[in-house]
């Protein structure tokens, strides 16, 4: 993998990053997409960190951003968070307002842009129905890919659109192949959660 100048990786967010990591190891990766992609970072000298923490959303990361990611002075940061905001509204009635979500998400950004503008990638939450019911989730995961996409064009950040990669390989076949619970990937699924992050770093890379 091509890398710049900014050799400093850190990838923080939910489950989906942590993915098992050992929290008191920081060269722990887990077994999710960043440990697929850490090995070729550093391949080209690069330092990866993953500060994921299963069950984050916004707001926790927003508890420990200046404590776990601002001291790792990141050069490229990428930030996958919004479908616990989803998710906590079906299953324990403790909703987050888009509004409040883009609000909380873009206070983080601007806070890394200031201290270290570090090239931005954002990770849209994405959501593979396996239950009936999970299919009234969409309309509220809908709300949170667009503040995530609002958010990466007005910082400049590269876009992984998640959603639209996962149900494509969804399509024609049993979702819970991908991801048993609609949500926690199988090796599968983070293969192409971890392409997906290769093709926006390439282009990220390219400008």
């Known amino acids: 993998m091509v890398l710049t100048d900014r050799k400093r990786l850190v990838f923080i967010g939910d489950s989906i990053t942590d993915a098992g990591r050992d929290r008191t190891d920081p060269g722990?990766?887990?077994d999710g997409y960043v440990s697929l992609l850490a090995p070729e970072l550093q391949a080209g000298g690069a330092e990866v960190r993953n500060l994921g923490i299963a069950g984050d959303r916004a707001v926790d990361l927003a508890a420990r951003w200046a404590s776990d990611l601002m001291p790792t002075a990141p050069q490229v940061l990428t930030v996958y968070v919004g479908i616990n905001d989803v998710w906590r509204r079906f299953d324990s009635d403790d909703p987050t307002p888009t509004g409040r979500f883009e609000q909380t998400l873009r206070a983080l950004l601007a806070s890394a842009v200031d201290a270290f503008d570090p090239v931005l990638i954002l990770m849209e939450p994405y959501l593979l129905p396996v239950r009936n019911e999970q299919r009234g989730w969409l309309e509220e995961l809908d709300e949170k890919r667009a503040a995530v996409r609002r958010l990466a064009v007005e910082f400049g950040a590269q876009?992984?659109?998640?959603?639209e990669v996962l149900t494509a390989?969804?399509?024609?076949?049993?979702?819970a192949e991908l991801a048993p619970d609609g949500v926690h990937p199988f090796p599968e699924a983070s293969r192409l959660i971890a392409d997906a992050w290769r093709t926006a770093w390439a282009i990220s890379d390219s400008r």
């Open 28 to 30: 722990s990766f887990g």
């Open 159 to 163: 876009l992984v659109p998640l959603h």
């Open 169 to 175: 390989a969804a399509e024609g076949r049993d979702a």
